[in-house]
């Protein structure tokens, strides 16, 4: 199992931007984020394969970016322009099989999770 610890939330206003890190025992070809709101399910945010190509759920496309440095074994989400409907609790995810074979969010099986990083827009 992958072990993964997120950092980086906290309450910002919105339009403020936030950098979650997350920390990896290793990084495998594919990682992502999701996150989950109170009440809702938990929905995939980003995903980056091991040759850079990044996908995003809509509701972030052109306000997120994830990023990974390999060397370091980090996974990153710069998160700008944030909006109130943005406040969740955000997990660090490291699939160990993906449907289809594709890097995106909604492949994702057999998933290690973070503990998770709370992140609040007023």
């Known amino acids: 199992h992958v072990q993964l610890v997120e950092s980086g939330g906290g309450s910002v206003e919105a339009g403020g931007s936030l950098r979650l890190s997350c920390a990896a025992s290793?990084?495998?070809?594919?990682m992502g984020w999701f996150r989950q709101a109170p009440g809702k399910e938990r929905e995939g945010v980003a995903a980056?394969?091991?040759?850079?190509?990044?996908t995003y759920g809509d509701s972030v496309k052109g306000r997120f970016t994830i990023a990974k440095d390999s060397a370091n074994n980090r996974l990153y989400l710069q998160m700008n322009s944030l909006k109130p409907e943005d406040t969740a609790v955000y997990y660090c995810?490291?699939?160990?099989?993906?449907?289809?074979?594709?890097?995106?969010?909604?492949?994702?099986?057999?998933?290690?999770w973070g503990q998770g990083t709370q992140v609040t827009v007023s």
């Open positions: 995810a490291a699939p160990r099989a993906l449907r289809g074979g594709y890097c995106q969010t909604e492949s994702f099986v057999s998933i290690d």
């Open positions: 290793e990084l495998l070809n594919c």
């Open positions: 980056v394969d091991r040759d850079g190509s990044k």
